[in-house]
């Protein structure tokens, strides 16, 4: 059974740093591939950076390019989103998301097994 646990939110003034983490568990993630998605009260899900397993490839949304870095590590069935230059916008619940699929989606629907979600909260 596949288990993500996010770790790593918490309280940043804007302009600051924060890397989220996901350990992934239950089976091997080769040819999967890795999201991240972030949701404030109110608002719709949105998606943030995906990652695909086994090749590092990665994408992201224009609203956090050159902002922030997905990245993997295989040794350790983890994957990490680090942010840099938050922004007050930036606040939500941040999770991790993975698809069976070797191609990268950008819609929640496609990602079958789902975190539990880390706070962040950016302050001005």
């Known amino acids: 059974q596949v288990q993500l646990v996010e770790s790593g939110g918490g309280l940043v003034q804007a302009g600051g740093s924060l890397r989220l983490s996901c350990a992934a568990s239950?089976?091997?993630?080769?040819?999967?591939?890795m999201g991240w998605f972030r949701q404030t009260p109110g608002k719709e899900r949105e998606f943030v950076a995906a990652i695909k397993w086994t090749s590092g490839y990665t994408y992201y949304a224009d609203s956090v390019k050159g902002r922030f870095t997905i990245s993997r590590d295989n040794a350790k069935n983890t994957v990490y989103l680090q942010m840099s230059s938050l922004e007050p916008e930036d606040t939500a619940v941040y999770y991790c998301?993975?698809?069976?699929?070797?191609?990268?989606?950008?819609?929640?629907?496609?990602?079958?097994?789902w975190g539990q979600g880390t706070q962040v909260t950016v302050s001005s």
């Open positions: 998301a993975a698809r069976p699929r070797t191609f990268i989606a950008t819609t929640g629907d496609e990602y079958p097994y």
């Open positions: 239950g089976r091997t993630f080769s040819g999967w591939s």
